[in-house]
T-cell receptor
């Protein structure tokens, strides 16, 4: 089992460009999450999907959109990247909404 | 106001020492999660516990729900334990609470 996988691992964008971060899990988990982590700050939730077919905003949703494509996949889209979105992005999944979370390896994104 | 507080923020220990990291929280919870983030950035789940104590190898986690406090202990610390340790509480609505982490360095 691969657990939670994320692509790409690294990405450099110019301001205004768009991109989609992909996340997939093979643990048959119901819930999936997108976080960002900035230096000196803890993990902050961007969006989550408590179950297939639902998505909800987290603490810092502005500038992002998500799609729960199916039970396995949860993507994060930046429509018009800004330097403030330079961060490390983590995807996670859990069996149930309040359950133990398992994290992907992260995507390091730089917006110039 | 931070609903999840960890202490200490930074910790340096000699190899072999017994280490304790503390987590206090102000929200009502049914369980608490301990995570480990390696220097390379990956995040690993260590424990999720709702009462008492859990042990995995040299790691022990305890929780007191009434006192809203949890501790993570590392016995016989080793340089490979050097990492950031994060406590987190399960979500309430769309509120997720994570501590800012304790950075541990174990010196050989």
């Amino acid at each position: 089992n691969a657990g939670v996988t994320q692509t790409p691992k690294f990405q450099v964008l110019k301001t205004g460009q768009s991109m989609t971060l992909q996340c997939a899990q093979d643990m048959n988990h119901n819930s999936m999450y997108w976080y960002r982590q900035d230096p000196g700050m803890g993990l902050r939730l961007i969006y989550y999907s408590a179950s297939e077919g639902t998505t909800d905003k987290g603490e810092v949703p502005n500038g992002y959109n998500v799609s729960r494509l199916n039970k396995r996949e949860f993507s994060l889209r930046l429509e018009s990247a800004a330097p403030s979105q330079t961060s490390v992005y983590f995807c996670a999944s859990s069996r149930d909404y309040k359950g133990e979370q398992f994290f992907g390896p992260g995507t390091r994104l730089t917006v110039l | 106001k931070n609903e999840v507080e960890q202490s200490p923020q930074n910790l340096t220990a000699q190899e072999g020492e017994f280490i304790t990291i503390n987590c206090s929280y102000s929200v009502g919870i049914s369980a608490l999660h301990w995570l480990q983030q390696h220097p390379g950035g990956g995040i690993v789940s260590l424990f999720m516990l709702s009462s008492g104590k859990k042990k995995h190898g040299r790691l022990i986690a305890t929780i007191n729900i009434q006192e809203k406090h949890s501790s993570l202990h590392i016995t016989a610390s080793h340089p490979r334990d050097s990492a950031v340790y994060i406590c987190a509480v399960p979500p309430t609505g769309n509120q997720f609470y994570f501590g800012t982490g304790t950075s541990l360095t174990v010196i050989p």
